[in-house]
């Protein structure tokens, strides 16, 4: 499941939001919605866009700043930046294009209203499987962890005839 942040107009501005959410992710994709439930999908997509070249790293590590603005006009802008190579992108969102009318808003808003038991259900649920993702992310890493202190410690037992051959048998159990 991927993590959806609402942002409410009155708290315009930059946030410290995306993570990567697998090991070695050189991209993250960010779309920009607009409404008021959980699910993105009961929510209208006003544009979306990546930002690549993120360095390896492990899940959770890489961080991208977002910012939004909306200036007199009423046009919003979503600025994004991963935080450890600066690399940057913009979205612009004008009213005449893809924005919701003050009656389809209006809809949006008693729906949100109207489901609001199945909206928390929903958020409960996927918090939890998130959760449960995370530890089994970090279980896995530990086990691969032991496996290979568990390993070295075996290689340092047997006799091996020089450091060079216990390299080789590392290196075969890495790979």
């Known amino acids: 499941?991927?993590?959806?942040?609402?942002?409410?107009?009155?708290?315009?501005?930059?946030?410290?939001?995306?993570?990567?959410?697998?090991?070695?992710?050189?991209?993250?994709?960010?779309?920009?919605?607009?409404?008021?439930?959980?699910?993105?999908?009961?929510n209208h997509l006003l544009g979306e866009f990546s930002i690549s070249g993120i360095p390896p790293a492990p899940k959770g590590v890489s961080e991208v700043t977002e910012c939004f603005e909306v200036d007199a006009n009423?046009?919003?802008?979503?600025?994004?930046?991963?935080?450890?190579?600066?690399?940057?992108?913009?979205?612009?969102?004008?009213?005449?294009?893809?924005?919701?009318?003050?009656?389809?808003?209006?809809?949006?808003?008693?729906?949100?209203?109207?489901?609001?038991?199945?909206?928390?259900?929903?958020?409960?649920r996927a918090d939890a499987y998130?959760?449960?993702?995370?530890c089994l992310y970090n279980v896995k890493n530990k086990i691969k962890e032991y496996n290979t202190k568990k390993t070295l410690e075996e290689m340092e037992k047997r006799p091996c005839g020089s450091r060079t051959t216990k390299l080789h048998l590392l290196l075969r159990f890495i790979l």
């Open 1 to 42: 499941m991927n993590e959806v942040t609402i942002i409410h107009l009155e708290s315009l501005g930059c946030i410290y939001f995306s993570k990567s959410i697998y090991d070695n992710q050189y991209s993250i994709n960010i779309k920009v919605f607009q409404g008021e439930r959980s699910k993105s999908t009961d």
């Open 74 to 124: 009423g046009i919003l802008t979503v600025t994004a930046a991963e935080n450890t190579t600066g690399k940057m992108k913009k979205l612009t969102i004008i009213n005449a294009n893809g924005r919701l009318s003050k009656e389809e808003i209006e809809k949006m808003v008693n729906d949100a209203k109207k489901y609001i038991l199945e909206d928390q259900e929903f958020k409960t």
């Open 130 to 134: 998130n959760a449960l993702e995370d």
